[in-house]
């Protein structure tokens, strides 16, 4: 089966937005009082930022580099997340309604930049008008199999209770304790199957027609409104049928939409053409950012499940980040390889800067080589200005509306590596190849043709020659100028095929081979 995935997302460097913490544009009137926008956000916060505002953004992230938007929910919901879907025809009020969005579809797509939205067709929230019928009416509601309810509800005995009592809260709470899976408590506890136990995220049963019929057409929906794809949340905890029909029906309606899951870990059967285009690529995050950070990683953050057990994140060698990279090459086609979504951090982990313990040499390490693997990069929000936070709440932190609060160093620095990754198809689509390794060090070739760079990273902090032999014939080697350091801090030879690297601790270059 010859695998297709959209092209645009080769060329893609996507930027991730929290809705509600990006910008208030002023055209969104509140209906009451907002949490302040400048102090460290809540859990249940709201902070009043909206599309409008996204929008007032662009023509800084068009400068930045950026083509390609990731938004986090944005429909009616009683969450500033929005993973609690309370409508899906309609964005949420707070940001501005369907009419905001238009004009941010509007607006990207005149700047050359596509717009993806979260999906979450898994669960809804307690809002949602087929589950408030099931809340009111138990067994005599015809919506009652939209829902996993219990026997006892099934049978009339009992009635849901989507607002438990502590009592209730507390046995969820004893029973996760003493070891019970996520999930399998809440249907006896609640009457209802939540997502993870969580009352006021009842799962969706798309095993029955109706409701999987409208979850579809909801997808086919936003798309024709203009949408250039979905992000699909929590995707493995739905079923491979129902990812199939969804795929079908959203090229239906755009041949070029991008489905990508949020899925942790390697499942490449998953990727083979019929349900998605890429994952969330968490196993590329944690062998940069361990290869990146080094000491420097911060072991007292909390991390997602996705971080731990035999998925945390632990230094690595150059050849040990390499043996990461290999592996996760030649887990999938290369046409999904080339459109997998590339992060360093998400609304789900702390921020990169702080998993790095505030070092920004580990930042610039791990930006470069996010710009110069295959795969489409995604920035989170901030990320370009230095932000910083733990788990949620904290990674979701307001960006700041002054620009005399922002960091200036991470921004130059990534908009030098975004403008390489534009520069050439070598960092795009094509080729990758090992030059060599040594300590805390990797070197690799990215080559297009007759465009061919080599990339050199040094983890480590001290300075590091590195010798390596090309697997081409050129005729000269010059650093590609990226960020500025003392004379002979930096200094490349070329004799024949050896390309000899002489760099600086904790630093990265880029060097363009001419043929």
Known sequence: MIIETPAWVRDAVFYQVFPDRLARSGRVEAPGPLESWDVEPTT????????????????????????ALYLNPIFASASNHRYHTDDYYHVDP??????????????????????VLDGVFNHCG?????????????????????????????????????????????????????????????????????WWDLPALPKLNLDEPH??????????????????????DVAEEVKADFWREFHTRVRAANPEAYLVAEVWIHKPDWLGGDMFDAFMNYPLTRA????????????????????????????????????????????NDPAVTAVQLNLLGSHDTPRARTLCGGDLDSMRIASLL?????????????????????????????FPSDPGEWERE???????????????????????????????AVAFLRRDGDEAFAVVANAAAEALTLDVELPLDVVGAELVPLRGCPDGERVVTLEGRSLRVSLPGRDGVVVQLSA
């Not at 087929?130 to 939209?146: C, I, K, L, T």
């Not at 019929?213 to 992000?231: A, K, M, P, Q």
Request: hydrophobic share 40%; charged share 20%; with cysteine.
């Open 288 to 331: 940069i950012l361990g290869f990146s950070a080094q000491e420097h990683w911060d072991t007292s953050q909390r991390v997602p499940i996705g971080y731990q057990g035999e998925h945390a994140v632990a230094p690595l060698s150059g050849a040990g980040f390499w043996e990461r990279i290999e592996e996760l090459q030649t887990l």
């Open 44 to 67: 249940e916060g709201f902070k009043g930022g909206d599309l409008y505002g996204v929008v007032a953004h662009l023509d800084r992230l068009k400068r930045l580099g950026i083509n």
């Open 370 to 398: 996010q710009m110069t693997l295959p795969g489409a990069p995604c920035i989170y929000y901030g990320d370009e200005i230095g932000m910083q936070g733990s788990m949620d709440p904290l990674c979701r932190r307001a």
């Open 211 to 232: 409701v999987r019929e409208l979850i579809l057409e909801v997808s086919e929906f936003w798309v024709r409104f203009g949408i250039d794809g979905w992000r699909l």
């Open 126 to 194: 307690r809002g949602w008008w087929p589950f408030h019928h099931v809340a009111e009416n138990g067994v005599h509601s015809p919506y009652r199999d939209w829902f996993n309810l219990s026997d006892g509800v099934h049978a009339g005995t009992e009635e849901l209770s989507p607002f438990p009592s502590a009592e209730q809260l507390a046995e969820i709470d004893a029973r996760r304790a003493a070891g019970a899976p996520m999930g399998s408590m809440s249907r006896e506890i609640l009457g209802y199957e939540a």
């Open 410 to 440: 991470p921004y130059p620095w990534m908009a030098k590596v975004i403008a390489l990754r534009h520069s050439s198809r070598a960092f795009r689509d094509a080729e990758l190849t090992l030059l060599g390794t040594s300590g805390a």
């Open 94 to 115: 707070l940001l501005g309604g369907n009419d905001a969005l238009r004009k941010l579809l509007d607006g990207a797509h005149a700047r050359g930049m596509r717009v």
